[in-house]
């Protein structure tokens, strides 16, 4: 089965994706950030969203009762008259809870009545990625895998994994076609041998 190039390089067969373990580093890593960096890297982990839908995400976008957060999907491509469409992606319990805390705290610098609507993360899309670089760093993670691509691809690969259903992982990474969502399937490697493993 042919390997897609976005998860690995064909001439040198390195990953573009984060394995599980390379995954729980990351996540470890991000405890030791601020808590800006820490809960923006922490978005991108737990949803497997792209930097620009992270940086669109304010406080009235998280569902507190019911543990997800709505994210618009920015890379699909418009139809004529429409606009991107909207997802809603599930967050575990601890990150909701430190989150009202940090929002918070945001509140606090900008007290008016906006606050809530407005970005958790004020910044631009090279510090965002500067975000990530500098988590992936100290978490030991190099390579071409090092990045938020590496991490959204990570996420499509674990679910596949676990065996989530291909059309429900194209609606966690809002992919407009499935097609997109199947290279998550080309795994290789130790993921790869887990998989077919399961049938000897």
């Not at 009545?113 to 030991?140: C, F, H």
């Not at 065996?163 to 130790?190: C, E, F």
């Amino acid at each position: 089965m042919p390997i897609s190039p976005q998860l690995v390089d064909p001439t040198t067969g390195e990953r573009k994706y984060l394995n599980r373990a390379e995954r729980q580093a990351f996540l470890e890593a991000t405890k030791q950030q601020e808590a800006k960096k820490k809960y923006y890297c922490q978005l991108l982990y737990y949803t497997g969203c792209r930097l620009s839908e992270a940086l669109e995400v304010s406080y009235d976008k998280i569902n507190f009762e019911q543990g997800f957060v709505q994210i618009r999907t920015l890379k699909q491509k418009k139809h004529k008259g429409t606009s991107a469409g909207n997802r809603f992606n599930e967050l575990p319990d601890s990150y909701l809870n430190e989150i009202q805390g940090f929002y918070a705290t945001v509140r606090g610098r900008r007290p008016h009545a906006k606050a809530s609507s407005e970005s958790l993360w004020p910044i631009s899309d090279r510090q965002a990625r500067n975000y990530v670089t500098e988590v992936m760093a100290a978490a030991g993670i190099t390579g071409k895998k090092a990045s938020s691509r590496g991490l959204r691809h990570s996420m499509g690969v674990m679910l596949a994994i676990d065996k989530v259903p291909v059309n429900i992982i194209q609606k966690v990474l809002g992919h407009a076609s499935i097609r997109n969502t199947m290279i998550y399937l080309d795994i290789i490697g130790d993921e790869r041998r887990q998989m077919v493993s399961q049938t000897w």
